[in-house]
């Protein structure tokens, strides 16, 4: 039989050798460094207003503040959401207020581009997606659960500030995006 000691030794190797799961990047949350595809669609670089191909940050993006959906193919509360969240897209469209000042993109997290381009086809999804097939962009973010939405307002110098996030559904596109742009100072 082992002693008391001992029992305490494996406790403690144990206790720290448990993975950590660091809280989601949340309101008050500098963006953390993320890189994302370069969309393959001249229309989607145009609505983002990125002004080279390639790779880029959420700060890059021409915008006062990007609304981004964390969303998985595979999550049903993701698909279940996918009309609500087209509806938000087409009011940024349709509101001359929004217009330029406000883009919004989703990130499919352990999604390949394939099964990106099947979320998009299956749910008509029109605002650009991009694939996180191996969960970098996730991790960085704190590992959210999905749908998770962030409002993230841009600064000059390519500063990049979340104001907003929530776990889960919305209820209406317009209050969304209102408490959005309330909670990053906008009217």
């Known amino acids: 039989m ?3 000691l001992f029992m305490l030794i494996v406790a403690s190797v144990l206790l720290v050798s448990m993975p950590v799961h660091a809280e989601p990047v949340g309101a008050g949350d500098p ?3 993320i890189s994302l595809t370069g969309p ?3 229309a989607q670089r145009t609505y ?3 002004k080279k191909d390639g790779p880029f940050n959420p700060a890059d993006i021409s915008a006062e503040l990007v609304i981004v959906e964390i969303f998985s193919m595979y999550c049903p509360h993701c698909q ?6 087209n ?3 087409q009011l940024l469209l349709d509101t ?7 883009k919004l993109i989703g990130i499919g997290v352990g999604n390949s581009p394939m099964e990106v381009d099947f979320f998009r086809d299956t749910y008509e999804v029109r605002f650009p997606l991009f694939p996180d097939g191996d969960f970098a962009i996730h991790k960085a973010l704190g590992e959210p659960r999905t749908p998770y939405f962030m409002g993230i307002k841009l600064g000059p110098g390519g500063k990049a500030d979340v104001v907003y996030a929530k776990l889960g559904e919305f ?3 317009a209050r969304f995006v209102d408490e959005v742009m309330a909670k990053a100072g906008m009217k």
Not at 80 to 85: D, F, L, Q, S, Y
Not at 96 to 102: I, T
């Open 2 to 4: 082992r002693g008391p």
């Open 80 to 85: 279940r959401e996918a009309p609500k969240v």
């Open 87 to 89: 509806q938000l897209y």
């Open 96 to 102: 001359p207020r929004l217009g330029n000042r406000v």
């Open 31 to 33: 963006l953390p460094a």
């Open 40 to 42: 393959e669609v001249e």
């Open 171 to 173: 209820a209406d596109p």
């Open 48 to 50: 983002l207003g990125l």
